[in-house]
């Protein structure tokens, strides 16, 4: 299983600023990846994927980088906004099988946004 | 909005009680999946319903069960109750297993269950 931690890291930027935020995952066999965005009172909401096929993938504002020679997956946010503010995990799959849809989220990054 | 709903929104409830939540997934989808998101921790996966039979469980003990209703509404049911489940569940629901192919999971926003 996976390890948490009872104090998320922080992350705290400019308006206007580009963010970064990492993940470690940890099981080799995941072949799927997501971000989500946890607002406060609120659940987990889709931000951007990508399977272990591709190395990059974009969105808009939003660039996932996934480098599975050190399972490191990173969520980058292009001329961050202060409603970009909010808990950030990243979530690992592993597709098919009775794996399927169950997903070992990561520990969270607290992004704040200054104005 | 997801599309997803929960009930109730908060709850407070006694150590040993039994506690039951509730999840109506978004129209359309078959499979649901819940989590337990303790303060401050990533959501944690406890089991998934798939067309009313469980589909995988996460490390939780039995007294953690669920089931799922033939319109895809789901419940939660916890049995003598610690503090430690103290927490927020959520409940997620997709498009259904699809051999190798990831639906996207829409998460609703959770019930805030309090254990004293």
């Known amino acids: 299983g996976e390890s948490v931690g009872l104090h998320l890291p922080t992350l705290s930027v400019q308006e206007g600023d580009n963010s970064i935020i990492n993940c470690a995952y940890s099981?080799?066999?995941?072949?799927?990846f997501i971000w989500y965005k946890q607002e406060s009172g609120k659940g987990p909401q889709f931000i951007i994927d990508i399977r272990s096929n591709m190395d990059k993938r974009q969105g808009q504002r939003v660039t996932v980088l996934l480098n599975k020679t050190v399972k490191h997956l990173s969520l980058q946010i292009a001329a961050t906004q202060p409603g970009d503010s909010a808990v950030y995990f990243c979530?690992?799959?592993?597709?098919?099988?009775?794996?399927?849809?169950?997903?070992?989220f990561g520990q969270g990054t607290i992004l704040t946004v200054h104005p | 909005e997801t599309g997803v709903t929960q009930s109730p929104t908060h709850l407070i409830k006694t150590r040993g009680q039994q506690v039951t939540l509730r999840c109506s997934s978004q129209s359309g989808h078959n499979t649901v999946s819940w989590y337990q998101q303790a303060l401050g921790q990533g959501p944690q996966f406890i089991f998934q319903?798939?067309?009313?039979?469980?589909?995988g469980r996460g490390n939780f003990p039995p007294r953690f069960s669920g089931l799922q209703f033939p319109n895809y509404s789901s419940e939660l049911n916890v049995n003598a109750l610690e503090l430690d489940d103290s927490a927020l569940y959520l409940c997620a629901s997709s498009s259904g297993l699809a051999g190798g192919s990831y639906n996207e999971q829409f998460f609703g926003p959770g019930t805030r269950l309090t254990v004293l």
């Open positions: 319903y798939y067309r009313e039979e469980e589909n």
């Open positions: 099981n080799s066999a995941s072949d799927y």
């Open positions: 979530a690992e799959n592993r597709e098919g099988g009775t794996s399927y849809g169950k997903l070992t």
